[in-house]
T-cell receptor, first 115, second 108 residues
Framework: DAGVIQSPRHEVTEMGQEVTLRCKPI?????LFWYRQTMMRGLELLIY????????DSGMPEDRFSAKMPNASFSTLKIQPSEPRDSAVYFC?????????????FGPGTRLTVL | GQQLNQSPQSMFIQEGEDVSMNCTSS?????WLWYKQDPGEGPVLLIA?????ELTSNGRLTAQFGITRKDSFLNISASIPSDVGIYFC????????FGAGTTVTVRA
């Protein structure tokens, strides 16, 4: 079975440009999570969807960040305009449900560099 | 989010040695999770703990859920080169909160 698929794996862009990160969760999973990993802040949750509906976006840094999940098999995280401090590895994860016993499976991540 | 304090921050170990790392918090948790992240990959769940005092093994890995529900430890026995990576403790209600990680480097 395919795991969580993320694209692109690497993205280098210039400050001010729009960046779109993509995620395909594991088929049949109802919950999807976007995380960001930096040296300074570690792994932090940005937003969480359940059944395609955003449930908690309290981790989204600011209005420049937006996330959508138009259907059960696709989600995007968009940064517009991008800034150098957005440079990080962005992970998407999915799980069957959102309960404590539902294992979250992580994708390989997108390494974003904003120059 | 919840503050999880992981130690040590990093360790160099000799192949064949046993390794121990731990995670503490000022808050009580109902779930403790241990993840491993290999270079260039996302974290992978190693062990999940759901009950205070629970001791769970997964191959050479053993983890325990502290009786106070505020701590957990992870042991790796007889370390091998592929144990290299970053180990994270995490807690969750519906979302995961991660510790800062323990970076393990194995000397062959």
């Amino acid at each position: 079975d395919a795991g969580v698929i993320q694209s692109p794996r690497h993205e280098v862009t210039e400050m001010g440009q729009e960046v779109t990160l993509r995620c395909k969760p594991i088929s049949g999973h109802n919950s999807l999570f976007w995380y960001r990993q930096t040296m300074m802040r570690g792994l932090e949750l940005l937003i969480y969807f359940n059944n395609n509906v955003p449930i908690d976006d309290s981790g989204m840094p600011e209005d420049r960040f937006s996330a959508k999940m138009p259907n059960a098999s696709f989600s995007t995280l968009k940064i517009q305009p991008s800034e150098p401090r957005d440079s990080a590895v962005y992970f998407c994860a999915s799980s069957l449900g959102a309960g404590p016993a539902d294992t979250q499976y992580f994708g390989p991540g997108t390494r974003l560099t904003v120059l | 989010g919840q503050q999880l304090n992981q130690s040590p921050q990093s360790m160099f170990i000799q192949e064949g040695e046993d390794v121990s790392m731990n995670c503490t918090s000022s808050s009580i948790f109902n779930t403790w999770l241990w993840y491993k992240q290999d270079p260039g990959e996302g974290p992978v769940l190693l062990i999940a703990l759901y009950k205070a005092g629970e001791l769970t093994s997964n191959g050479r890995l053993t983890a325990q859920f502290g009786i106070t529900r505020k701590d957990s430890f992870l042991n790796i026995s007889a370390s091998i080169p592929s144990d290299v990576g970053i180990y994270f403790c995490a807690s969750r209600d519906y979302k995961l909160s991660f510790g800062a990680g323990t970076t393990v480097t194995v000397r062959a």
